[in-house]
């Protein structure tokens, strides 16, 4: 079956550590994206890619960057810029420009600082 | 630019009781409109969607119309279950966004046996 997985589900950061987030899919999407979802807030984008070797910045891409070498993958690195890490991260694919497709998600990596 | 509201929660019901969580959005388009759903500790899933005015979304009993008039994407439910203790998120997207999605902030959903 076709869909999105994300790893690790739990990760855990050491002050000044940069760490990566892994998103695979399999579901030939040529558009991916990298959410954060805080506790009442809501989901707020930080990157997004619509095409191999391209990608934008989100509403909240400070601190954090990401690679687009291959359709299927889009790593998300939280740099030890980013002071306030500790988030639910879900990662989604779409098809680019479909009004009407929706979003396929990944099941979400849990991040702690410590 | 474009938004979506939703209703805050949590909404506390008991088994078998009729919901309705609303959304409304602002879009200088014709948006199309979802409902995502996420239960703990997971992903969300796409629940239904409706791409024109007056279209209805539906998937496992739960249903939402498209009403271009008063800008609403209202989700309901007729007899909610236990397991349908969730998250709800309805979202927009249009030419306008580029396509991306706009989500609202989320509705808790509680149901009680």
């Known amino acids: 079956d076709g869909g999105i997985t994300q790893s690790p589900k739990y990760l855990f950061r050491k002050e000044g550590q940069n760490v990566t987030l892994s998103c695979e899919q399999n579901l030939n999407h040529d558009a991916m994206y990298w959410y954060r979802q805080d506790p009442g807030q809501g989901l707020r984008l930080i990157y997004y890619s619509q095409i191999v070797n391209d990608f934008q910045k989100g509403d909240i891409a400070e601190g954090y960057s990401v690679s687009r070498e291959k359709k299927e993958s889009f790593p998300l690195t939280v740099t030890s810029a980013q002071k306030n890490p500790t988030a639910f991260y879900l990662c989604?694919?779409?098809?680019?420009?479909?009004?009407?497709?929706?979003?396929?998600f990944g099941s979400g990596t849990r991040l702690t600082v410590v | 630019g474009d938004s979506v509201t939703q209703m805050e929660g949590p909404v506390t019901l008991s088994e078998e009781a009729f919901l309705t969580i609303n959304c409304t959005y602002t879009?200088?388009?014709?948006?199309?409109l979802f409902w995502y759903v996420q239960y703990p500790g997971e992903g969300l899933q796409l629940l239904l969607k409706?791409?024109?005015?007056?279209d209805k979304g539906s998937n496992k009993g739960f249903e939402a119309t498209y009403r271009k008039e008063t800008t609403s994407f209202h989700l309901e439910k007729g007899s909610v279950q236990v397991s349908d203790s969730a998250v709800y998120f309805c979202a927009l997207s249009d030419k306008r966004g580029s396509y991306i999605p706009t989500f609202g902030r989320g509705t808790s959903l509680i149901v009680h046996p």
């Open positions: 409706a791409t024109k005015a007056d």
């Open positions: 989604a694919s779409s098809i680019p420009r479909d009004r009407a497709s929706g979003y396929t």
């Open positions: 879009a200088t388009g014709y948006p199309s």
